[in-house]
């Protein structure tokens, strides 16, 4: 999953810089913030797994901060696809918002 939302972003950035294309929020800088917050929810989530299985073998283990990286990941990806056209950000948009408040109410409820 992390890798797909990568390659995702990095391509639809590559588009948007290709055919300059101005991004959506450019002036409150929330394209950086979730940036920033996907690399550290990333690493902080790769370190917790290693520390998890290292330490606490018997304890199953359900995605912790990845959730975190993830949910960041998407929200970058929906706001550079808003960049590019509205209905490609509505059509990925409505199935990713069902799939993460899926995700919410099953990791809340456990």
């Not at 797909?4 to 950035?13: E, Q, T, Y």
């Not at 394209?31 to 989530?45: D, K, P, Q, R, T």
């Not at 056209?85 to 919410?104: D, H, R």
């Amino acid at each position: 999953m992390s890798m797909l939302l990568i390659g995702f972003n990095v391509a639809a950035f590559l588009y948007i810089r290709h055919y300059k294309i101005p991004l959506v929020s450019n002036k409150d800088h929330m394209i950086e913030f979730f940036v920033a917050l996907y690399c550290v929810a990333s690493i902080a989530g790769v370190a917790i797994w290693v520390y998890t299985f290292k330490k606490v073998a018997e304890r199953p283990f359900e995605g912790g901060i990845m959730n975190a990286g993830h949910f960041c990941g998407v929200v970058l990806l929906i706001l550079f696809l808003y960049s590019i056209s509205l209905i490609v950000a509505l059509i990925f948009g409505i199935p990713s918002l069902l799939w993460i408040l899926s995700f919410i109410v099953y990791t809340c409820r456990h």
